[in-house]
Structure formats: structure tokens, C-alpha cells
């Protein structure tokens, strides 16, 4: 898929639901990816941690390209990484469709953003809670999706910031209809509605569907709530 068609089937998908891959069962993957797709789930979130921009390490793109070929979801790349620069190359390999990385880390993520487009894939930029919206607003036009932490980057099962709400209205404000707006971290059955009111598209869901015995019931509980 190139860029345009891959935005056009997120587009076609909204409210998505995208099921983040850090509280999954990484000793049966494979099975994990399967009960995903039978739940109906049409992104994968993939939780890039370097145990270096965050205090935590999860995995890298070997793991993401051994999973490529099993579905045809699309792979939405969360890189939670100090140098996305330095190691682009090998997630366009790996099959990203969708590669976001924090502004914390690339202030100036112009260049980034648009050798992203030019590998035919959907740029997006992502912003910690504490990191002023004001700090986005230059690069609005460089951005196919703009992600919107409402826990510290890091860990997945942390609480709901409840001051979110209000960033992603104003956040909705600034970009684009077409952008793409998502939001993770703590988003459940209590908090995914004032979310979509807010104007959000995707929802990156970890402990509210890994937590959960039947995957497909948390993901129609979720759309529902979020459409
Ligand atoms: C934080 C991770 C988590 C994860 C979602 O860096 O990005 O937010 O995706 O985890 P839950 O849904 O359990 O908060
Ligand atoms: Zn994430």
C-alpha cells in the first residue's frame, strides 16, 4: 500500500481502535495477532520502547517484520526512541505503515517527517503530556497523524490523564479534518467517550483489551462508545 491508500482505509476505519502491542502475549504473537483480527481490529499499535527516551525496552523492528507477513492490518509505529533518524530504515523494511515519533526527541522533525512521505507511508508526530501543544503547531502541515499521550510515554496500564480531553479538542482545532487524531495511554470503557467527542479518530487500547478474556467484545464495547 502507498501512502494515499493507506490513509484512505484508516480514514475509512474511524473510530479505530488500535490494540497497542506491549501488554499482549508475546509468547504466543502469532495467536495474539489472529484473535485481533477475528476481534475485527484493523491497526496494530506498535510500542517501540529504547530503554533510553524512556525508561522502559520493549522491542524492535525484527519483531514487527516477523509479524508483517500474518496480516494485513495496518502496522502503526509508535517510536518511542531517542534517534527515529538513525533507524527509519529499518521500520520501512520491517512493513510500518504508519511510523510516529516524539517531537521530545526530534524538535526539529521536518526532514523526518517528510522522508516518512517520501517512503510512501503516513508521517505522524507524538507528544507527551507535558509538552505544549504550541510546540506542534509549526509542523501541522508536515503531519498525516498527530498523537496525543494522555499518560507519561513509557508504560502501559498507567491512569487516564483526565486533562487529555481538553488537549485533544484544541488539538483538533489545529490540524487538518484529514488528520489523523490519536490518543494512548489509560484509554478504556471510562474514558474513550470524551475522547471521541473531542474529535479523536484513533484510539491505541492496551490493558482495556489485553486485560480482557474475549478481545472481540472489548473492541465492539470500545467502537460503540467511541462512535
Ligand atoms: C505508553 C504506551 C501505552 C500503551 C497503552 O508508552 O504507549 O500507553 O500503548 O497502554 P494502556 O492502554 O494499558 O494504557
Ligand atoms: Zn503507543
Same mark, same amino acid.
Given at each position: 500500500?502507498?501512502?494515499?491508500?493507506?490513509?484512505?482505509?484508516?480514514?475509512?476505519?474511524?473510530?479505530?481502535?488500535?490494540?497497542?502491542?506491549?501488554?499482549?502475549?508475546?509468547?504466543?504473537?502469532?495467536?495474539?495477532?489472529?484473535?485481533?483480527?477475528?476481534?475485527?481490529?484493523?491497526?496494530?499499535?506498535?510500542?517501540?520502547?529504547?530503554?533510553?527516551?524512556?525508561?522502559?525496552?520493549?522491542?524492535?523492528?525484527?519483531?514487527?517484520?516477523?509479524?508483517?507477513?500474518?496480516?494485513?492490518?495496518?502496522?502503526?509505529?509508535?517510536?518511542?526512541?531517542?534517534?527515529?533518524?538513525?533507524?527509519?530504515?529499518?521500520?520501512?523494511?520491517?512493513?510500518?505503515?504508519?511510523?510516529?515519533?516524539?517531537?521530545?526527541?526530534?524538535?526539529?522533525?521536518?526532514?523526518?517527517?517528510?522522508?516518512?512521505?517520501?517512503?510512501?507511508?503516513?508521517?505522524?508526530?507524538?507528544?507527551?503530556?507535558?509538552?505544549?501543544?504550541?510546540?506542534?503547531?509549526?509542523?501541522?502541515?508536515?503531519?498525516?497523524?498527530?498523537? /496525543?499521550?494522555? =499518560?507519561?510515554?513509557?508504560?502501559?496500564? +498507567? %491512569?487516564?490523564?483526565?486533562?487529555? *480531553? $481538553?488537549? #485533544?479538542?484544541?488539538?483538533?482545532?489545529?490540524?487538518?479534518?484529514?488528520?489523523?487524531?490519536?490518543?494512548?495511554?489509560?484509554?478504556?470503557?471510562?474514558?474513550?467517550?470524551?475522547?471521541?467527542?473531542?474529535?479523536?479518530? /484513533?484510539?491505541? =487500547?492496551?490493558?482495556?483489551?489485553?486485560? +480482557? %478474556?474475549?478481545?472481540?467484545?472489548? *473492541? $465492539?464495547? #470500545?467502537?460503540?462508545?467511541?462512535?
Amino acid at each position: 500500500m502507498n501512502r494515499t491508500e493507506i490513509l484512505q482505509r484508516m480514514r475509512a476505519a474511524r473510530p479505530i481502535i488500535a490494540p497497542s502491542m506491549l501488554k499482549c502475549d508475546f509468547g504466543n504473537l502469532a495467536h495474539e495477532v489472529e484473535r485481533l483480527t477475528a476481534a475485527k481490529a484493523k491497526v496494530l499499535h506498535w510500542d517501540v520502547m529504547d530503554g533510553h527516551f524512556v525508561p522502559n525496552l520493549s522491542y524492535g523492528p525484527m519483531v514487527i517484520e516477523k509479524v508483517r507477513p500474518l496480516t494485513d492490518m495496518v502496522f502503526d509505529a509508535h517510536l518511542m526512541i531517542s534517534d527515529p533518524d538513525h533507524y527509519l530504515d529499518e521500520y520501512l523494511k520491517a512493513g510500518c505503515d504508519v511510523i510516529s515519533f516524539h517531537l521530545e526527541a526530534v524538535p526539529q522533525p521536518t526532514a523526518l517527517l517528510r522522508r516518512i512521505r517520501e517512503a510512501g507511508r503516513v508521517a505522524g508526530l507524538v507528544l507527551n503530556p507535558k509538552t505544549p501543544l504550541s510546540d506542534v503547531a509549526p509542523f501541522v502541515g508536515e503531519i498525516d497523524l498527530l498523537l /496525543l499521550m494522555s =499518560v507519561q510515554a513509557g508504560f502501559g496500564g +498507567q %491512569s487516564f490523564i483526565p486533562a487529555s *480531553v $481538553e488537549r #485533544l479538542r484544541q488539538a483538533r482545532q489545529m490540524i487538518s479534518d484529514d488528520t489523523i487524531l490519536s490518543v494512548d495511554g489509560g484509554i478504556g470503557l471510562k474514558t474513550i467517550a470524551a475522547c471521541a467527542q473531542a474529535g479523536t479518530d /484513533l484510539f491505541v =487500547v492496551g490493558s482495556a483489551i489485553f486485560d +480482557q %478474556s474475549d478481545y472481540a467484545v472489548a *473492541v $465492539e464495547e #470500545l467502537t460503540r462508545l467511541a462512535s
